[in-house]
């Protein structure tokens, strides 16, 4: 058995049970990516080491990119660094605008001890970290000055991590937030944190008291980011993974919007290596990255991140910027059924290893499997689902024999596993209204 908690183990299963990736945990029943995951951690390392980094996850439907992604801030927050992993949406992220970006990082920011909207816990460990080192120094912490002290410093450090790069408002904003916590007034404290967090629901008094006004514009986001991993860094984090996953939810936006997103992501990998100790991780499937309408229209980012296979195709470069992630076969399927079969709380661990056999395991593979006419490489989620149902079953039913009673019948489906039934036609970029075969280049923010 492993060494999970069983909240963890709960946690699993019941993100199974619903097609989805789990956040924890995933680490138990990861089966046939060693290669990959090493070089996600070369990239922690490269970062560790005081390098800015941009990397992507190239894969087909169902090669596990998601998982990858979630494995990869994971591993990160085992090795002391914060994550923040964000899903792009057609709906609330208009990656076009990087204070619309900015505000989703800085969201879904995380530690081992904050899994979410960490930025508050990150700042008070930074100022704590400054009080320490001023009464190291000799000075009192219980003398009148010394909350001034604090902010001098606070403003001084802010300066060196950022070579003078952080935005006054930022400054200003980091200093009213620790003067409202010194007063006790931790309501106007938060409503400040979550407009350095890029919110735009913060109400006058909270603005006043940090002498700001409006919001963080696009322009100014990258900026605020860059200060913000200073705060990372000063709170003793070694820097900050950002998963963008899905990436090719862009391809589904109007070609004004998919452009933008383009550049945008152009710039982050003009900028990725001034700003160190930050990894980006973008996902995105083949057409993302070599179709005209995505990667491949843009020439400049192309060109820089363009997927190079070996001449026969037998040997992938794993250290280039896009690391393509294998489809699933049938052996990894059942590789990652025993882990969980293993991690599964049962009530009797005996019935259901006699139930959930090896060889039903087998059968489920090939059912699966051929439901979906042998595309081994979109089955996961719906074996997965099936899998963790049957031990269910097992678990709650005494008399539940899954090699009499099971038959495999798909529901929920999505478009890309419609399409491999033979259901639905394959998806294709869509149909719109450019029809040259680049994407203008344009700074966006």
């Known amino acids: 058995m492993s060494g999970l908690s069983g909240r963890d183990v709960a946690h699993i299963f019941e993100a199974l049970r619903k097609g989805l990736v789990p956040e924890r945990g995933i680490d138990a029943f990861a089966v046939g990516i060693e290669r ?86 990150i700042l008070d460990r930074w100022i704590g970290r400054v009080e320490e080192a001023l009464v190291a120094a000799g000075a009192d912490d219980a003398a009148p000055d010394f909350d001034a002290k604090v902010r001098e410093r606070l403003e001084q450090d802010l300066a060196q991590m950022t070579n003078g790069q952080a935005p006054a408002d930022f400054v200003r904003v980091i200093q009213a937030i620790f003067d409202l916590k010194q007063q006790g007034n931790v309501a106007d404290a938060g409503s400040l944190i979550s407009w350095l967090c890029g919110s735009d629901n913060v109400g006058a008094a909270p603005r006043r008291a940090a002498g700001i006004r409006g919001e963080i514009g696009s322009r100014d986001a990258l900026d605020y980011l860059r200060g913000a991993l200073a705060i990372v860094r000063a709170a003793g984090y070694e820097g900050l993974l950002i998963v963008i996953d899905e990436a090719e939810t862009i391809l589904r936006m109007r070609s004004d919007s998919r452009h933008k997103s383009l550049n945008g992501i152009r710039q982050m990998a003009d900028a990725a290596g001034s700003n160190p100790n930050l990894i980006w991780l973008f996902t995105g499937t083949p057409e993302f990255f070599d179709t005209r309408h995505g990667v491949a229209g843009l020439t400049p980012l192309h060109d820089r991140i363009k997927f190079l296979p070996s001449g026969q195709g037998r040997y992938v470069n794993l250290r280039q910027p896009q690391l393509a992630l294998s489809p699933f076969d049938a052996p990894r399927l059942k590789g990652v059924a025993l882990k969980l079969r293993e991690l599964f709380p049962a009530a009797d661990r005996g019935r259901l290893a006699d139930r959930m056999s090896d060889a039903f395991i087998d059968r489920l593979v090939a059912d699966v499997t051929t439901g979906f006419r042998g595309d081994v490489g979109v089955v996961p989620r719906q074996f997965l689902r099936e899998f963790v149902n049957q031990m269910d079953l097992v678990d709650q039913h005494p008399d539940y024999d899954p090699s009499r009673e099971y038959a495999f019948s798909p529901d929920s489906l999505r478009p890309e596993e419609q399409a491999a039934r033979g259901e639905a036609p394959p998806l294709s970029p869509p149909a719109d209204e450019d029809t040259g075969g680049t994407v203008p280049v344009e700074d966006v923010w």
Do not use: W
């Open 36 to 121: 990959e995951r090493d070089e996600l951690l070369r990239q922690l390392e490269l970062a560790r080491n005081g390098e800015g980094t941009i990397k992507f996850l190239r894969g087909g439907y169902g090669c596990g990119k998601t998982f990858m992604a979630r494995l990869a801030a994971l591993d990160a927050q085992t090795r002391n660094f914060a994550t923040s992993f964000v899903v792009v949406s057609d709906n609330d992220l208009k990656f076009h605008r990087f204070d619309d970006v900015y505000h989703k990082v800085m969201t879904e920011l995380g530690t081992t001890s904050c899994p979410r909207g960490a930025l508050g816990d």
